[in-house]
């Protein structure tokens, strides 16, 4: 416990250096939290005017849409929150600061995360936040206990799973310095393809959502269970609950995907 | 001294020491390109190639070899930041790869070319952080704030953001940085590379000073031979990967380092045509009224010299040059190093 305690500690520190360093270019700042805002509020606006022209979207009406959009979008955001030096991690390797982080008595992990604390996201989390809200309040849930519980579990759950995409994109960078490019695919692609319901993709698509890179347990399989549908799939009902499963597993193949790059981590030359 | 009193034995051990990188080879022009993408062919480059020494508790060792030798890369692979690709590196009784955090926490180290400070703040918000880092209690924190604010005279910048000091005073600071946790250990890459005359001075009085006041274990890497000649009793020279010479600085003097110059500033209008005819040296270089003279310390002394150049010339100024270090790696490259025959005495030397 006490260990905890100071890790958070040291966190709450280090996070406090990073974003009065941020401050020193303030004006950037507030333009990067408008633009965030900005794009996050036409993002959704799309989905909304296409729900003007059709009706439904494979079945899935307005309200249900905006329970997925809602679900990742916040996921997405908080994961982007606490994890977007992820983000930068080229650059950390390409200029060798990542000599500095291993020379020093903390997890190098815990240290990355530690130099960017992306405020600017607060605006797509309370964006996310809304459509959720709205999306809670016109649709015919029938609340019990078990579901506001796993409504909550699925948030947390979906929010480490991004985290490990995150992670395990900055190890990628280990191996291939320029690899940021398919990086994003997999990170910003997962978070847009778990906006909408599976049941647009084609067949491999799904199968790579659930079984490969599981961006499907985010808000999909959760959705499913919240809004009591049938899976078109004709998977069994427990499968839906496994999102935590799916997070862990990917947390776990991050962590070593880590620890093997920065075993063959090779530093600058000088 | 500081920190628990480790077991008997170096601090820091290395056996056949090894590093290999992997350096990517491109394919030229558009169609080479294309190529990258589905072949990638790769050369390998040892960049440490069987090193091999021990360091005791309280040694100054200096490692010297010119640019690409191996020396950053074995001081990194002494700190845990690269992983070895073959032999046996333990410090402090540690291996620093398994146990990074662990020896983390016991040695400090300094970049010369990177800072290890927080760029944008102040460098007192810097040590500050680094106290909870290293998680260093509050009194012993004040107490070696204290020590450093005098010995490097840190006051007058305390306040000021990292990106904004000079050279010299972001070097002090991360002195001050690297040791607030009392290491047993300090590694120097490169410390006074860039600095003037005056700031190199200060760096080595207080490298002296925690060395002997803290019996801090000091192992850096420099071209400058000044650094080793002043403050390390102990030599390393690496070349190519591999560790040319482990012993004293003396030693390698008086057996390779035979040659010095020496740099006369002769009075103007007077004997500046033709070259410098002394006996036992030979001009080497000329530059109107400065002349460099190379002399070999086996046939005279530069004191002899002096007194020959002067009392043939009218003298302004003169300065002696020591041999570069890429000279005489060099020269043991040439002539190879054979320490069973033992050094002939060298004679005075100024």
């Not at chain 1, 520190?13 to 939290?33: D, E, N, P, W, Y």
């Not at chain 2, 001081?75 to 410090?91: A, C, F, N, Q, R």
């Amino acid at each position: 416990m006490a260990v905890i305690f100071e890790t958070g500690g040291i966190y709450r520190r280090l996070i406090g250096a990073h974003l009065r360093s941020q401050m020193q270019h303030k004006v950037s700042f507030v333009l990067r939290t408008l633009g965030t805002f900005a794009a996050n509020f036409f993002d959704f606006a799309g989905i909304a005017v296409l729900f003007g022209r059709i009706p439904q979207l494979s079945g899935w009406s307005l309200p249900e849409v905006a329970l997925l959009y809602g679900i990742s979008s916040l996921c997405f955001a908080t994961a982007e929150l606490f994890g977007g030096a992820l983000d930068n991690f080229d650059t950390v390797i390409l200029q060798g600061t990542f000599d500095r982080v291993l020379l020093r008595p903390l997890d190098a992990l815990f240290q990355v995360l530690t130099e960017e604390f992306a405020l600017r996201r607060l605006g797509r989390m309370a964006q996310g936040g809304l459509v959720l809200g709205i999306a809670l309040a016109q649709l015919p849930v029938s609340w019990t206990a078990g579901k506001v519980l796993f409504l909550a579990i699925s948030l947390v759950s979906g929010t480490a799973l991004f985290l490990g995409i995150f992670v395990l994109g900055a190890a990628y960078c280990f191996w291939i310095v320029q690899g940021k490019e398919a990086t994003h695919v997999v990170t910003y692609g997962g978070d847009f393809m778990s906006n909408y319901p599976m049941d647009i993709y084609s067949h491999w698509l799904k199968r790579f959502a659930t079984f490969v890179l599981p961006i499907g347990f985010v808000s999909y399989y959760p959705s499913l269970y919240l809004l009591e549908r049938s899976d078109p799939f004709g998977l069994p009902d427990w499968f839906r609950l496994m999102g935590p499963v799916a997070a862990a597993a990917v947390c776990l193949a991050a962590w070593c995907a880590w620890r093997g790059g920065v075993s063959q981590y090779q530093s600058t030359g000088s | 001294m500081n920190g628990p009193p480790g077991p008997a034995g170096p601090v820091i051990r290395v056996q056949d020491l090894r590093k290999t990188f992997r350096v990517a080879l491109h394919h030229r022009g558009a169609l080479g390109a294309v190529r990258n993408l589905v072949e990638r062919r790769f050369k390998e480059v040892r960049a440490v190639d069987g090193i091999g020494f021990a360091i005791q508790r309280g040694e100054m060792v200096g490692c010297l070899g010119p640019n690409g030798a191996g020396k950053s890369t074995t001081i990194k692979m002494l700190t845990g930041i690269l992983t070895p690709s073959g032999g046996d590196v333990e410090v402090l009784g540690l291996s620093p790869q398994r146990k990074r955090k662990e020896v983390a926490a016991r040695i400090g180290v300094v970049f010369g070319q990177r800072t290890q400070l927080w760029w944008d703040l102040p460098l007192i918000e810097s040590l500050d952080l680094l106290r909870y880092v290293y998680r260093v209690p509050a009194e012993r924190y004040r107490r070696n704030l204290d020590t450093f604010r005098a010995l490097l005279d840190l006051d007058s910048f305390l306040n000021t953001p990292v990106r904004q000091l000079s050279l010299g005073q972001r070097m002090r600071g991360d002195l001050a940085a690297s040791l607030l946790h009392d290491p047993e250990i300090l590694y120097l890459d490169e410390p006074t590379i860039g600095l003037d005359v005056v700031a190199k001075h200060r760096m080595r009085d207080f490298l002296r000073e925690i060395n002997r006041e803290r019996g801090v274990t000091v192992l850096l890497t420099t071209h400058d031979m000044a650094d080793v000649e002043q403050l390390c009793s102990r030599l390393l020279i690496v070349d190519r990967g591999r560790l040319l010479y482990d012993g004293s600085l003396r030693e390698i003097r008086d057996r390779l380092g035979t040659e010095r110059t020496l740099v006369v500033d002769l009075t103007s209008g007077e004997g500046l045509d033709g070259s410098l005819n002394v006996p036992n040296a030979r001009e080497v270089r000329a530059d109107g009224p400065r002349r460099w003279l190379r002399f070999d310390r086996k046939d005279t002394t530069a004191s002899d010299l002096i007194a020959a150049v002067a009392s043939r010339y009218r003298l302004q100024d003169l300065t002696i040059e020591e041999p570069e270090i890429e000279l005489i790696v060099r020269r043991i490259y040439e002539k190879g190093l054979d320490l069973t025959v033992p050094v002939k005495s060298a004679g005075a030397t100024l």
